[in-house]
């Protein structure tokens, strides 16, 4: 899912909970602008923006509060498992063979991507194998439901989600698609490449030139909105994503372990700490310190480069970053044999 632009709420929801909550008093679900305090000050606003009223309060009348949604946000993969577990979710034949037959089946189109971004189709087609297994699994969740609900439900990043019922909304009406009709995540990722709104509207692009940016049923335009993603996000074409090391069986303490911030440390830091790189690399290059739990309880160490840093750009967890790379490698292979 791409969390890239998830962060804490602000003070807006907090007014909006103090005065919308009352709804729930019976346990009704309702987000009808006329009952409720929160969507009625978002159809102003929209409606501001040049969206009709009537349509807008049509649109969120449909919404429904969802607690599986508010559930779902506290119970995150990437915040409870170990290198090993989640390895596992997505580095299966199955999905290394598939990934392979998606390149096969849109070789134009990532050869394109690839062109003009400079993103290999191997890790676009594992950011998609990962994200909706190539687009099997794009969410069983109304994206109208889970961003109502995370939009003026959510403890702590209720503003955030706000904005992103706001894209959501406008997408919608921008591109006539029926609200009610989309499903998604439970934190709102739509299509394809799992987009959260905002990145919807500042990323996709309209790759096969037909007019429409369609990420929900249009496979070529999510190729090539990933790719762009990552070229805006400093992707560096034909750049390494991590090197192996080894290391000490307990973390130094001198380094940033296991960071998605941009890469820090020298390599020439990372071995006077003890990581030391199996291949010679410029003791200047930045790096991003990795430890990796592997399931007979041994310790894996890798050194992220920036390509590392970029695909955490997309999922703020290490573990997503290093899924995606070892899968890519998998399903080039896999291509290659």
């Not at 009704?28 to 501001?48: K, N, R």
Request: one cysteine or more; a negative charge.
């Amino acid at each position: 899912m791409n969390w890239a632009r998830i962060q804490a709420g602000g003070c807006v929801t907090a007014m909006l909970l103090a005065c919308s909550t009352s709804t729930w008093a019976d346990g009704a679900s309702t987000f009808d602008p006329q009952q409720h305090a929160g969507t009625q000050l978002l159809v102003d606003e929209l409606a501001a923006q040049g969206i009709p009223a009537d349509w807008l309060i049509e649109t969120l009348n449909q919404a429904s509060f969802s607690q599986t949604v508010l559930d779902a946000m506290e119970g995150a993969a990437e915040r409870r498992l170990r290198w090993h577990e989640y390895r596992d979710i997505f580095l299966t034949k199955q999905r290394i063979e598939e990934g392979a037959d998606f390149i096969n089946e849109y070789e134009d189109a990532l050869a394109q991507a690839e062109d003009v971004y400079g993103v290999p189709p191997e890790v676009i087609a594992a950011i998609i194998g990962v994200e909706t297994y190539y687009g099997k699994h794009k969410g069983r969740h109304r994206v109208l439901d889970s961003l109502a609900t995370l939009a003026f439900y959510h403890p702590v990043r209720g503003g955030f989600f706000r904005g992103e019922l706001a894209a959501f909304l406008k997408i919608a009406y921008e591109q006539g698609v029926e609200a009610d009709e989309l499903y998604g995540s439970y934190a709102g990722a739509m299509g394809y490449p799992q987009f959260i709104p905002t990145s919807y509207e500042a990323y996709a692009v309209d790759f096969d030139g037909d007019g429409i940016r369609d990420l929900w049923e249009n496979p070529v335009d999510a190729i090539g909105s990933v790719a762009n993603y990552f070229a805006v996000h400093g992707w560096q074409r034909d750049g390494v994503i991590y090197h192996e090391a080894n290391g000490p069986d307990v973390a130094p303490e001198s380094l940033p372990i296991n960071q998605t911030s941009k890469p820090v440390v020298t390599v020439s830091e990372s071995i006077e700490a003890g990581i030391e790189p199996q291949s010679a690399l410029d003791p200047e290059l930045l790096v991003v310190p990795l430890r990796l739990e592997l399931a007979d309880e041994s310790i894996r160490y890798r050194l992220g480069e920036y390509n590392f840093y970029v695909i955490t750009r997309y999922n703020h967890s290490h573990l997503y970053a290093m899924a995606v790379a070892e899968l890519s490698e998998a399903i080039e292979q896999q291509v290659e044999d």
